[in-house]
């Protein structure tokens, strides 16, 4: 199976617009994590945003907080 490339979504941060392109799967997750926190998805990414290191851009950290979530969640599970 493939994966179709990035897509680019539009975010408010701060009051600001801006974008990630994210490929579906990544973007779905995120939705759902923002869901069971009961959070406005553009909240959880200024939070991503605002503790993200300056060099590591919006989309791959978001990727990668996909990543630690269902990390957590599979632990969670297991236990």
């Known amino acids: 199976m493939t994966t ?3 897509t ?3 975010l408010t941060l701060q009051g ?3 974008s990630v392109s ?3 799967p990544f973007w779905q997750e995120f939705r759902q994590a923002a869901a069971r926190r009961a959070q406005p998805l553009n909240a959880l990414a200024a939070q991503i ?3 993200r290191p300056a060099e590591l851009g ?3 950290a978001i990727r990668l907080f996909v990543l630690e979530d269902l990390r957590t ?3 969670a599970k297991d236990a």
């Open 4 to 6: 179709p490339g990035p």
């Open 8 to 10: 680019k979504r539009s």
């Open 16 to 18: 600001h617009r801006t």
């Open 22 to 24: 994210l490929e579906e």
């Open 49 to 51: 945003d605002a503790t």
């Open 58 to 60: 919006l989309a791959s």
């Open 73 to 75: 969640r599979l632990v």
